[in-house]
């Protein structure tokens, strides 16, 4: 831990070694996982609300576009993803081991069958043609800032076109974080 009144000093030193870079300075902080009730009335019309059917007529995703997801687990089983799983990655395990940790791994199934889900039809999600890219950052109940950092990286160098963190379940309770930029 860098005291507050000496990450200036530390920040200037590191940026003048490196060219094009500026450090990110943060305080670490652990993050637990909490059960939601989703109050299932407020999706009888999300089709609707959100204009997805007058999108679908546009486009409804493509083979070619990765969408990341990083969340807390999945149910890579689940037959929404059947062929569209591409490089999962489990932050803590460092390998493509990725699952779903009882109610609490939940929400990462969810966010991707809402984001890439589709049935026989290539209906469900909002851009069901496209691929999936899974990625853990909890180790159970648990995650940190930097775990989920660090899936936002692997996506990124990985091939991502597109990267989903769920950040009000992720980061409710960061208030306290001191964030650079």
């Known amino acids: 831990v860098v005291p507050e009144e000496q990450r200036d000093s530390i920040k200037e030193t590191i940026s003048s070694k490196f060219s094009n870079f500026e450090p990110i300075a943060f305080y670490e902080t652990i993050v637990r996982a ?3 009730k989703l109050d299932t ?3 009888k019309n999300f089709h609707d609300i959100i204009q997805l059917q007058e ?3 546009i486009t409804r995703g493509s083979e070619k576009i ?3 997801v990083v969340d807390n687990g999945f149910d890579l089983s689940h037959n929404a993803f059947n062929g569209k799983i591409i490089k999962p990655y489990n932050i803590f395990t460092g390998d493509g081991k990725v699952y779903c940790d009882g109610e609490l791994g939940k929400h990462g199934t969810h966010v991707a069958v809402t984001a890439i889900g589709k049935d026989s039809t290539n209906i ?3 851009a069901p043609l496209c691929k999936l890219m899974p990625i853990q950052v909890f180790d159970g109940e648990f995650t940190t800032n930097y775990a989920i950092m660090n899936g936002i990286m692997h996506a990124v160098k990985n091939g991502a ?3 989903n963190v769920s950040a009000e ?3 409710e309770n960061l208030s306290h974080v001191d964030v650079e930029i």
């Open 55 to 57: 999108a679908w007529n």
């Open 161 to 163: 076109d597109v990267v």
């Open 66 to 68: 990765t969408v990341a």
């Open 169 to 171: 379940p992720i980061f």
């Open 124 to 126: 469900g999600g909002v």
């Open 34 to 36: 909490y059960e939601t």
């Open 41 to 43: 009335s407020s999706f």
